[in-house]
């Protein structure tokens, strides 16, 4: 594998096509905007953090290829070409943060050449920030998992789901590093399997030791006392709680009920200080996700189903949110969280 999940290259973007692991490991180049959108809405690339920069590539590459057309075209076209990326999905806030970031380093467009070079260096720097923001992250959480422990996490919040080392998976990689013997319990994330395909494979990569479950099986395992602690990534948190890959809610409510502390880690992009929960609209997915499965027909074609791809834990079941300039805890009343 890469050092970094997603890049740049001569002719567009470059990321590790997520959708097949762990079968085949595949790079892909996106050489337009629309095919890039296709990549982020198809899960080739997802993650907060890397749908940020890939929104931010996405600049650059409307810019590259409106050079081809006329100059007085350049910034309706960029614009236009923004607005897609923008809304290719809509819950992780990062991604329309990448986009805004890259279209504000570009402003006022007086000569495209010269905006499309800025574009692709402000591209590059908020990659290369992502991978030390993760790092930032994972040395303030190391310190909050016990010495020897077994930790829980849900979906994919790894190197795979950032330009590298990863949000949840970094303050795990962290404390490995220290020297800490973690084992991790990776749930295998219904339905498109992000815990059993990528964060099983990324860490099993790293000779950390990992295990999946099933999902439902969560609970079972903290009664047991199996689980020393939860970390999850975030795609927004929001002024009252955190959103994060559907499936993060229920472990958030049995871990509180076993009273197993409950952790998000996650970097300033992801920080949605102008909304409360209920504002946000949560992605929803096909049928087609939940109602196969192996080829095969799993639902009456008659039965309806219902596929959100996020849900919202309550601030209240977070025991702190490790950042990369460190906790946020109880009571939340933090600068990152005001409007
Ligand atoms: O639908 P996905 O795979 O993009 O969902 C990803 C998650 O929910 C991650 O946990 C989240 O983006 C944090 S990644 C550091």
Not at 65 to 76: I, Q, V
Not at 221 to 227: F, S, T, V, Y
Not at 263 to 287: K, N
Request: proline fraction near 6%; charged fraction near 20%; include cysteine.
């Amino acid at each position: 594998m890469r050092d970094r999940t997603i890049w740049w290259e001569e002719d567009g973007v470059g990321l590790i096509e997520q959708t097949l692991l762990p079968e085949e490991y595949r790079e892909v180049v996106c050489s337009d905007v629309p095919r890039l959108v296709q990549a982020i809405q198809r899960l080739e690339v997802r993650g907060a953090p890397a749908l940020g920069v890939a929104g931010a590539y996405g600049v650059a590459l409307a810019c590259k290829n409106a050079l081809e057309g006329s100059e007085s075209a350049f910034s309706a076209s960029v614009n236009e070409a923004a607005s897609t990326l923008r809304s290719a999905r809509p819950t992780a806030v990062n991604l329309a943060w990448g986009v805004d970031r890259v279209l504000s380093a570009i402003q006022p467009v007086s000569d495209p050449v010269d905006a499309a070079e800025r574009a692709l260096t402000m591209a590059e720097s908020i990659a290369d920030e992502d991978e030390a923001t993760c790092r930032r992250i994972g040395s303030h959480g190391a310190p909050l998992l016990p010495d020897d422990c077994t930790v829980l996490t849900h979906c994919n919040a790894g190197a795979l789901a950032c330009a590298a080392w990863g949000t949840a998976l970094g303050v795990i990689r962290s404390a490995a590093e220290e020297g800490k013997n973690i084992r991790v319990i990776s749930c295998e994330t219904r339905p498109l399997l992000q815990g059993s395909r990528l964060t099983a494979w990324e860490l099993s990569r790293d000779g950390i030791p990992v295990t999946t479950i099933i999902d439902s099986e969560a609970a079972y395992l903290m009664q047991r006392g199996e689980i020393d602690c939860v970390i999850v990534g975030a795609d927004r948190i929001c002024t009252d709680g955190v959103f994060n890959k559907i499936g993060t809610y229920m472990h958030a409510v049995s871990a509180s009920y076993h009273q197993i502390p409950f952790y998000v880690a996650a970097p300033r992009s992801t920080f949605d200080p102008e909304h409360r929960m209920a504002d946000i609209i949560v992605e929803e997915r096909g049928r087609e996700e939940v109602a196969s499965l192996f080829g095969r027909t799993t639902v009456p074609d008659a039965v309806p189903v219902v596929n959100y791809a996020f849900d919202g834990t309550p601030f209240s079941l977070i025991a702190a949110i490790i950042t990369e300039d460190g906790l946020i805890r109880e009571p939340f009343h933090h600068p990152w969280l005001m409007p």
